[in-house]
């Protein structure tokens, strides 16, 4: 039996099983017996209950943050394994290790601990501060981006209706799209990319005016476009990064910031804003 003698580091490990589910049922009716009986029992185990909620939470967070466009592709392109077949041997063990609550939670704190450090050099590097501060405009990247990626999406569900003015009027197109967002610019020809100009829209983010120009990919007839608004930013190198099944490079002159919007799976995305950057 269980008693209240129980010294601390054993009644932790049996409230930590217990909260993993990992007890026979006579094991969990005696700590549910404890719990009822000992208020120091009780609150040892709201405690690392308190402990696994708020590592779940912290390990969901991280899987949320974005997978890098460079590791995305290189999943999609890599070759299947092999399987490799192997002998069991005589007298081994098969060993299975299932992390208790407290476990999982210091693992996820450790991941956080390393996330925020690397964060924080990445900060402090030359060229990688946040875009907002490369903007001075005070626009939150996510914010916009996000704005920017959900508009993609909208447009290229409707492939009739994709465009707002064709191409076949790029005049009129300069002049909209120069007094709307006050950024002079070219139509690029991208036709070296196998992209076919097709028309442009016109569309908000975090408040601002954002032309798009949007262009069909030859062989299958994918989307491909590129975003561009008035500002007065620090000239900053290309920046990828990537939401969901959509992947973005943004770059800035001392005037307008610009992003190539397109499927993740695109790999030519960083060459095609190379191109357009000299283009436009």
């Avoid at 916009?144 to 569900?157: F, G, N």
Wanted: proline share 6%; net charge negative.
């Amino acid at each position: 039996m269980i008693r209240k003698a129980m010294p601390a580091s054993k009644l932790e490990t049996q409230l930590s099983a217990y909260l993993d589910g990992e007890m026979t049922d006579d094991e969990q009716q005696e700590i549910e017996a404890l719990l009822v009986n000992d208020p120091q029992a009780r609150v040892l185990h709201d405690s690392l209950k308190r402990g696994a909620d708020f590592g779940r939470r912290v390990c969901d967070d991280l899987l949320k943050e974005p997978v890098p466009l460079d590791l995305v592709r290189a999943i999609k392109n890599a070759p299947l394994p092999r399987r490799a077949v192997r002998l069991p041997q005589a007298g081994s063990s098969s060993l299975h290790f299932r992390p208790t609550a407290r476990q999982s939670l210091i693992a996820c704190l450790v991941f956080l601990v390393i996330g925020g450090g690397l964060g924080y050099v990445a900060g402090t590097r030359p060229g990688m501060t946040d875009l907002a501060e490369q903007t001075g405009v005070g626009i939150d990247p996510r914010d916009w981006l996000d704005d920017v990626v959900s508009y993609y999406r909208l447009y290229t569900h409707q492939p009739n209706r994709l465009t707002e003015i064709a191409a076949d009027r790029p005049a009129e197109i300069l002049e909209w799209l120069t007094t709307e967002t006050g950024v002079g610019f070219r139509i690029p020809d991208l036709k070296q990319s196998g992209l076919k100009f097709a028309g442009a829209r016109l569309f908000t983010a975090a408040g601002q005016p954002f032309a798009l120009l949007l262009y069909r990919r030859n062989d299958d007839g994918e989307v491909i476009a590129i975003a561009f608004s008035r500002n007065r930013p620090e000239t900053a190198k290309p920046i990828e990064d990537i939401r969901s099944d959509t992947g973005i490079v943004t770059w800035s002159t001392p005037l307008a910031t610009y992003a190539i919007i397109g499927p993740s799976s695109a790999a030519d995305l960083d060459d095609i804003a190379a191109k357009a950057a000299g283009l436009i």
